[in-house]
């Protein structure tokens, strides 16, 4: 069965688009919180989270059936800047010596885009009886999502979840476009192709393949399972 997750969002989100968070992303966060993980791990360093979302399968391959996040209608983007800077009472007090212009203290000046929208939502394929509930059970410790977290940005103040009457395939390809990332492989045309992982974790480079990106026009292959 299909479900719609819906956050209610309290501040602005930073994101640089819709593609930047995933709900099988989201929920490999949770699942995994304090595993030590960095970029130069190998692929077989990479755990696959038992999450309560089904998969589609094509030959060896498989990905979560769940999209992209949505922005709500009247979604409004708009680019935040933030400086960085010791001021003098900073330096007093440091001992070491210091560069503003190199290492973990210097300063900047960082450019992010951000969105003011109402809500954000994902859909997904639940698992199994219960696998909508596990979900949603997953997220309630989720206070925040997006980048800048820190700052304010993308406070959640209430989670919905509600069932939708749908295809599955709909959460990979929908009114003819991507909805989440998909191996260029399980596109029989595709109006264009970028690099990098379609399963998370999406900042670790290991499963770089050939992919389309959520928003783009393709078509999918025959073949595909959902389990």
């Given at each position: 069965?299909?479900?719609?997750?819906?956050?209610?969002?309290?501040?602005?989100?930073?994101l640089?688009?819709e593609?930047?968070?995933?709900?099988?992303?989201?929920?490999?966060?949770?699942?995994?919180?304090?595993?030590?993980?960095?970029?130069?791990?190998?692929?077989?360093?990479?755990?696959?989270?038992?999450?309560?979302?089904?998969?589609?399968?094509?030959?060896?391959?498989?990905?979560?059936?769940?999209?992209?996040?949505?922005?709500?209608?009247?979604?409004?983007?708009?680019?935040?800047?933030?400086?960085?800077?010791?001021?003098?009472?900073?330096?007093?007090?440091?001992?070491?010596?210091?560069?503003?212009?190199?290492?973990?203290?210097?300063?900047?000046?960082?450019?992010?885009?951000?969105?003011?929208?109402?809500?954000?939502?994902?859909?997904f394929?639940?698992?199994?009886?219960?696998?909508?509930?596990?979900?949603?059970?997953?997220?309630?410790?989720i206070?925040?999502?997006g980048?800048?977290?820190?700052?304010?940005?993308?406070?959640?103040?209430?989670?919905h979840?509600?069932?939708?009457?749908?295809?599955?395939?709909?959460?990979l390809?929908?009114?003819?476009?991507?909805?989440?990332?998909?191996?260029?492989?399980?596109?029989?045309?595709?109006?264009?192709?970028?690099?990098?992982?379609?399963?998370?974790?999406?900042?670790?480079?290991?499963?770089?393949?050939?992919?389309?990106?959520?928003?783009?026009?393709?078509q999918?292959v025959?073949?595909?399972?959902?389990?």
């Open positions: 069965m299909i479900f719609q997750l819906t956050a209610e969002l309290e501040s602005p989100v930073s640089n688009s593609a930047d968070l995933h709900l099988d992303g989201l929920l490999y966060s949770i699942h995994y919180r304090g595993v030590y993980l960095t970029r130069a791990d190998p692929a077989e360093a990479i755990q696959d989270a038992p999450l309560p979302v089904a998969r589609f399968r094509r030959g060896d391959g498989w990905l979560w059936a769940a999209t992209a996040c949505r922005l709500a209608e009247e979604a409004n983007w708009e680019p935040e800047r933030f400086t960085k800077r010791k001021d003098p009472g900073d330096l007093f007090y440091l001992q070491a010596n210091h560069d503003p212009g190199t290492g973990p203290g210097r300063n900047y000046l960082a450019r992010h885009m951000t969105v003011a929208t109402p809500t954000i939502s994902w859909m394929a639940e698992i199994g009886p219960g696998g909508a509930r596990k979900v949603k059970r997953l997220v309630r410790g206070d925040s999502v980048r800048l977290r820190r700052q304010g940005f993308g406070r959640v103040s209430r989670w979840l509600e069932p939708i009457d749908a295809d599955p395939l709909t959460t390809v929908s009114d003819g476009k991507a909805q989440r990332y998909l191996p260029r492989s399980w596109c029989e045309w595709a109006e264009d192709t970028d690099r990098g992982p379609c399963l998370p974790p999406y900042w670790h480079s290991a499963r770089t393949v050939d992919r389309v990106k959520p928003g783009w026009r393709c999918l025959d073949g595909i399972t959902c389990h």
